[in-house]
């Protein structure tokens, strides 16, 4: 039995029925070769297709392409005109901010000025009330009589040209001498 089968499933022609097998074969090897022709076929006018779409889209015509490029340069022209706005609030924003503290600043130092020259004119009247006994003793005396009279202690110091807390120091003096027996 194992040699009847081998006999029937024996691929090598045989002198008898060589004609018919090489009839058999012929059928499946057209089939082979005319699906392999269909699918060169195909795949050719795939790519033609394929080639013929790069070719009209790369063959624009020279308003497209200007079109096309025109488009381009504004779509990137919109993020930069924005940043230019942006930097332009920003740079009067800070212009506001510093004209705001430079006004203030300004303010300080004519303040300072004001406060330098009252500081300049104590320390004169100072060094003038400290040029000697005598000096001193004549300012108590004037604003001792200016008091008799009458004058306030903002007069004195007008008249005289020292301060206000000099005349009330002196006054003050004056008093505490003669409640104390002086």
Do not use: W
């Not at 499933?9 to 269909?38: N, R």
């Not at 924003?93 to 203030?104: G, I, P, V």
């Not at 500081?119 to 009247?125: C, G, I, K, M, N």
């Not at 903002?154 to 301060?163: G, M, T, V």
């Amino acid at each position: 039995m194992i040699g009847q089968e081998l006999q029937h499933t024996e691929l090598i022609p045989t002198a008898v029925d060589g004609e018919a097998k090489s009839e058999s074969q012929l059928l499946p090897t057209m089939l082979l070769a005319f699906g392999t022709l269909i699918l060169v076929i195909t795949i050719t006018r795939l790519l033609r297709k394929a080639t013929n779409r790069q070719r009209t889209q790369v063959a624009e015509s020279p308003r497209e392409v200007i079109t096309r490029v025109r488009t381009e340069a504004t779509a990137s022209r919109e993020p930069l005109s924005t940043m230019m706005a942006e930097a332009s609030e920003l740079s009067r924003t800070l212009a506001k901010t510093l004209d705001a503290k430079a006004a203030r600043l300004e303010l300080l130092i004519e303040q300072a000025d004001e406060r330098l020259q009252t500081l300049r004119e104590l320390v004169a009247s100072a060094q003038a009330h400290e040029t000697g006994p005598s000096a001193s003793g004549q300012l108590d005396r004037q604003v001792v009589n200016m008091a008799d009279e009458g004058c306030d202690a903002i007069q004195i110091a007008r008249k005289l040209h020292c301060s206000i807390g000099e005349v009330e120091l002196i006054l003050a003096l004056r008093q505490s001498t003669y409640r104390s027996g002086g």
